[in-house]
T-cell receptor, first 114, second 113 residues
Framework: NAGVTQTPKFQVLKTGQSMTLQCAQD?????MSWYRQDPGMGLRLIHY???????DQGEVPNGYNVSRSTTEDFPLRLLSAAPSQTSVYFC?????????????FGNGTRLTVT | AQKVTQAQTEISVVEKEDVTLDCVYE???????LFWYKQPPSGELVFLIR??????QNEISGRYSWNFQKSTSSFNFTITASQVVDSAVYFC??????????FGTGTRLKVLA
C-alpha cells in the first residue's frame, strides 16, 4: 500500500519556469490538499479538493493552480515560478471530506527557485 | 475563520525532563477536530492523536498525554520523561466543516542527552 506518493523529491527551477508537482494516493480518499512549509510559518494550505472535479483555494493560493480529474491524482502547477515559492511542498489526503480523520502526508517535494 | 496558535517556537529540555507543548485554537464552528502531528528530522509528518469537540476526556498513550479544555480553547501535549528520539517539530492542527485543515506554526523540541 503506497499511500500518498509525491514526485519529484527535489526540484530546482529558474524564475519564470513552470512545472507540475505530482501527487497520487491509492487509498480512495475523497479529500486531497497541498501545503507549503516554510521556516517559522508552519504548514500553510495552498489548495484543496473534496472530490473529483471540485477544488478550492486555501490560505496561500496565488501563483498555484490545481485540478482534480480523478480521485487518485491532485497535481499542483506553478505557472511562472518565483523565488518566493522556494519551499517544501506536502500533499495530503484524508478519507472523509468532513475532515474528522487525520491527514495522510506524502514525503514532500523540496523546491528551490533561483 | 479558524486559527491555531503555537506560541512556543522552540523548547530545549534535558533528557528525562517532562515538557508540555501548548496549542490554542480559534473557531466559530461547534463541531471541530483537533490533531497533533510530529515531524522528526527526517521530514515526514506523523499523526499522533485526534480529538473532537465533544470529547473533553484527556488521553494518555505511553509517555504522551493530551489535555483538551474547551473553556480555554487549548489542546496541550505533554511528554513525560523525554527522550532524545522525541526531538522533532510538533504541529497542532484543527479542522471543521469548512473543509479546511489548518496548522499552527509548530514547536521545535530539542531533547538534550
Amino acid at each position: 500500500n503506497a499511500g500518498v506518493t509525491q514526485t519529484p523529491k527535489f526540484q530546482v527551477l529558474k524564475t519564470g519556469q513552470s512545472m507540475t508537482l505530482q501527487c497520487a494516493q491509492d487509498m480512495n480518499h475523497e479529500y486531497m490538499s497541498w501545503y507549503r512549509q516554510d521556516p517559522g510559518m508552519g504548514l500553510r494550505l495552498i489548495h484543496y479538493s473534496v472530490g473529483a472535479g471540485i477544488t478550492d483555494q486555501g490560505e496561500v493560493p496565488n501563483g498555484y493552480n490545481v485540478s482534480r480529474s480523478t480521485t487518485e491524482d491532485f497535481p499542483l502547477r506553478l505557472l511562472s515560478a518565483a523565488p518566493s515559492q522556494t519551499s517544501v511542498y506536502f500533499c495530503a489526503s484524508s478519507y472523509s471530506r468532513v475532515l474528522s480523520r487525520p491527514l495522510h502526508f506524502g514525503n514532500g517535494t523540496r523546491l528551490t527557485v533561483t | 475563520a479558524q486559527k491555531v496558535t503555537q506560541a512556543q517556537t522552540e523548547i530545549s529540555v534535558v533528557e528525562k525532563e517532562d515538557v508540555t507543548l501548548d496549542c490554542v485554537y480559534e473557531t466559530r464552528d461547534t463541531t471541530y477536530y483537533l490533531f497533533w502531528y510530529k515531524q522528526p528530522p527526517s521530514g515526514e509528518l506523523v499523526f499522533l492523536i485526534r480529538r473532537n469537540s465533544f470529547d473533553e476526556q484527556n488521553e494518555i498513550s505511553g509517555r504522551y498525554s493530551w489535555n483538551f479544555q474547551k473553556s480555554t480553547s487549548s489542546f496541550n501535549f505533554t511528554i513525560t520523561a523525554s527522550q532524545v528520539v522525541d526531538s522533532a517539530v510538533y504541529f497542532c492542527a484543527a479542522s471543521s466543516e469548512t473543509y479546511k485543515y489548518i496548522f499552527g506554526t509548530g514547536t521545535r523540541l530539542k531533547v538534550l542527552a
